[in-house]
């Protein structure tokens, strides 16, 4: 059973808002401070969230990030076909004394 | 512009030992940590270790720490991290991620693919 869970896909048109999950657990998401990663194929990842709601410099306010106890959500309004990739979650984990990261969530713009 | 420039794609025979560098540009090393993170085809990203670019001290996955040494050359502006004892299972892309323990992985390398086949 992976640590962090988040759905595998979601989607929706342009200009909706999305919402995108990540689940945990106390020791990582209930603890600590949660970060979301962008992944455009054939690309690094890039930082859109760090600790739960703050965009770093450059990161359209489009992109916010939450958290209620042990999960996590990451919602993207005014939605854009360049959206259209992998998100990731990715929190300290206190217990495993490591980072954990989220299975990805696919983002399909219709 | 802050930039993290890593080493080129590798091929290892199992058993072998990979060594993959990050060189920084638009910031010192020794102000930051180093994290380095693997992503194998169609699997979550793993997290390998990270090292304070200042002190040198180092954290592993408890996955990987009997296999895997980060180190750093200041004068390089320079991370590592080295691999050993490679299998199949160890093929991935290798990123290497600035951190300042506020902001964790930002930015990314270009990432580097290792590949360990026979």
Redo the contacts between chains.
Sequence with gaps: QSVLTQSPSASGTPGQRVTISCSGSSSNIGSNPVSWFQRLPGTAPKLLIYFNNQRPSGVPDRFSGSKSGTSASLAISGLQSEDETDYYCAVWDGSLNGWVFGGGTKLTVL | QVQLVQSGAEVKKPGASVKISCTASGYTLTSYAM?W?RQAPGQ????VGWINGGDGNT?Y??KFHDRVTITRDTSANTAYMELSSLRSEDTAVY?C?RDNF??????????TLVTVSS
């Design positions: 994290q993170v979550r990203p793993e997290w954290k996955s408890q990123y991620a506020l902001i964790s992985f930002d930015p990314w390398g270009q990432g």
